[in-house]
């Protein structure tokens, strides 16, 4: 037994035990003829029951399906700054985040091809409610974040979160992805919560903050897809904030919107590993001797770095021209591109209602917005 049993992921001596126990599940057998369409139930069947390790599972199974889901779904992903990245070092990963399943997925496969260290991930223990759902999870070395608990329970979970990772960073060099703040980013604006270092500081116990961070090797990484597969479903709680109203999901909201992420069309995808925060620390933390000013410090230098190396697209700058009523960035798009864009939006939403169509061009042009303010200083 250990302290991490209630939200590790499995460890290799669990996996070949889990995946049998999940290999006949209706859901597995919709994954792998998906993956697999032109592959034998029995072939398939055998070669999970012969599988020991999460990085197997991982290879020969879940890299495949997530290759399918790029050739039904995408024009192709591309990714830039994993070269810096030493292959034998542990990286926390801090992220931009659009999609519940295929943001960590994604960084995964481009591990795996460039044969650097995989992930490990958050997931919300709402997202994994059933037993399929929960072991398939941890065979993807999954670890659970508690949602919704009493605020002194919720402490008590942070820092056990907070320990795990830095367990997994230190003693098993094992990298790990988490967002910059809780939940995706519903409208575009992409900044890191400065709750979500407070949370990574709780482990630094026996160290200066200064080492402790310098200890996570923070890459932060930028991800963008040219279409949002959810982003109308988004949409309901962008205009719940606008009225001032409190949001309530609706029952398997969630379920929907991994669907939607996986299946919905993304066209190109782009993700960028930052350099590694390391020496920039050293000037925050002699000037700064706050902790909350210090942190805050960290967040913006993550900032920094997502913000800027965010990949922009032909959708992106339609939805500022057309938010903005100006041609300011008429030379990054076809009138091709412009033409999809605006058809996606009528498609999308009730474009006589302002706010909504507001909300929808928002959530493309604010990474153009926020991406200019670099250029200008």
């Not at 706050?290 to 965010?310: G, T």
């Not at 999308?348 to 250029?375: E, H, T």
Request: glycine share 4%; with cysteine.
């Amino acid at each position: 037994m250990s302290k991490f049993d209630e939200i590790r992921s499995f460890d290799d001596c669990e996996v070949n035990e889990a995946i049998k126990s999940i290999v006949r599940h209706p859901m597995m057998k919709a994954l792998m003829n998906f993956t697999f369409p032109d592959v034998e139930c029995n072939i398939w069947t055998d070669k999970l029951k012969e599988t020991h390790s999460i990085r197997d599972f991982q290879k020969d199974f879940i890299s495949h399906t997530i290759r399918k889901i790029l050739e039904t779904s995408s024009q192709g992903l591309t990714y830039s700054g994993f070269d810096r990245l030493d292959k034998n070092t542990a990286y926390l990963f801090v992220s931009n985040h659009r999609d519940i399943v295929l943001d960590t997925s994604l960084l995964n496969l481009i591990l795996l091809e460039n044969e650097h260290i995989m992930t490990s991930s958050a997931i919300g223990n709402n997202l994994v409610q059933q037993n399929f759902q929960y072991k398939l999870a941890k065979l993807n070395r999954n670890f659970l974040v508690e949602r919704g608990l009493p605020l002194r329970d919720q402490l008590k979970s942070s820092k056990l979160m907070s320990e795990y990772i830095f367990h997994l960073l230190s003693a098993d060099n094992r990298s790990v992805w988490i967002a910059q703040r809780e939940g995706r980013t519903k409208d575009g604006n992409d900044s890191t919560q400065q709750g979500i270092l407070k949370m990574l500081a709780m482990a630094s116990e026996g160290y200066s903050l200064l080492e402790f961070f310098k200890k996570l090797k923070i890459v932060p990484l930028s991800i963008s897809y040219e279409y949002d597969p959810t982003d109308v479903l988004k949409m309901p709680q962008l205009l719940a904030k606008h009225n001032d109203e409190i949001y309530v999901k609706a029952k398997d909201e969630d379920f929907t919107t991994m669907m939607s992420g996986v299946l919905g069309q993304k066209k190109r995808i782009h993700l960028h590993a930052g350099e590694v925060l390391e020496k920039e620390f050293e000037s925050i933390f002699s000037e700064i001797h706050h902790k909350n000013k210090q942190l805050q410090a960290v967040a913006q230098l993550i900032d920094d770095s997502i913000i800027p190396n965010y990949k922009l697209w032909p959708s992106n700058y339609v939805a500022y021209d057309m938010l903005h009523n100006t041609d300011a960035f008429s030379g990054h798009y076809t009138e091709k591109e412009q033409q999809l864009f605006e058809r996606r939006l009528e498609m999308r939403i009730d474009v006589s209602d302002p706010v909504l169509r507001q909300g929808f061009l928002a959530m493309y042009a604010n990474p153009v917005i926020n991406n200019l303010k670099y250029n200008l200083n």
